[in-house]
């Protein structure tokens, strides 16, 4: 397996090829936390690679293995659920397809950290409070980001496939018509002799 790892303050992403089953882990600090998560099918190394083919499952699995999510033959998805439960949640991918397939993934935990202080000024703690949402805001912007350069990815790769397919048809049909005018001179050129041959006789 290849992969690649890129990690943002509460954010893990990673663009790995899968041959048959990988699973990944992301620790859940605190209850409650909103769990993001996204993946897109990049390619698939078929030879003639098609927009249907390049769907894998997914099952998440809580902390006491408890089945959190399934998913079955996706090249795309986004979701998103409460984590009700602190600890390490798993990410189990299936490739049932016999190629490798690229696939970009990433994993967001978002918390909203209340500020537990002894300020006189009561005022405070709405101000923190949005500044917490916004930062899961940002972090959420950035997780979408991420997820819709994915898709174009697999879009400019889906795209060429198309063109090489339209190339070689193209080459087909000239080479096909080529032939069958080829022939056709041949068979004129055919009938013109034996019409000769007769009309001297």
């Known amino acids: 397996m290849l992969w690649s790892i890129r990690i943002l303050k509460g ?5 790995f090829v899968i041959d048959r089953t990988e699973c990944f882990s992301h620790k859940v600090e605190y209850e409650g936390d909103t769990l993001h998560f996204s993946f897109v099918v990049i390619k698939a190394d078929t030879p003639w690679h098609r927009d249907n083919e390049g769907g894998v ?18 090249t795309s998805e986004k ?23 690229t696939i970009d993934f990433d994993v967001l935990a978002g918390h909203y950290g209340y500020v537990d202080h002894h300020a006189k000024d009561e005022h405070l703690s709405p101000v923190y ?25 697999r879009q400019a790769i889906i795209n060429e496939g198309m063109s090489k397919r339209a190339i070689h048809k193209a080459i087909y049909e000239s080479a096909a018509l080529i032939g069958a005018s080829v022939l056709q001179v041949y068979l004129l050129k055919h009938l013109f002799e034996r019409k000769l041959g007769t009309s001297r006789v």
């Open 129 to 153: 409070e949005q500044i917490n949402k916004l930062e899961e805001a940002l972090y959420n912007i950035q997780f979408e980001q991420h997820w819709l350069e994915a898709e174009t990815d």
């Open 57 to 74: 499952d997914l099952v998440v699995k809580g902390p006491d293995g408890e089945q959190i999510h399934d998913t079955r033959d996706k």
């Open 11 to 15: 954010v893990n992403g990673l663009r």
């Open 79 to 101: 979701f998103e659920f409460i984590a009700h439960k602190k600890g390490v949640y798993n990410f189990c991918f299936t490739n049932g397809s016999p190629y490798h397939e």
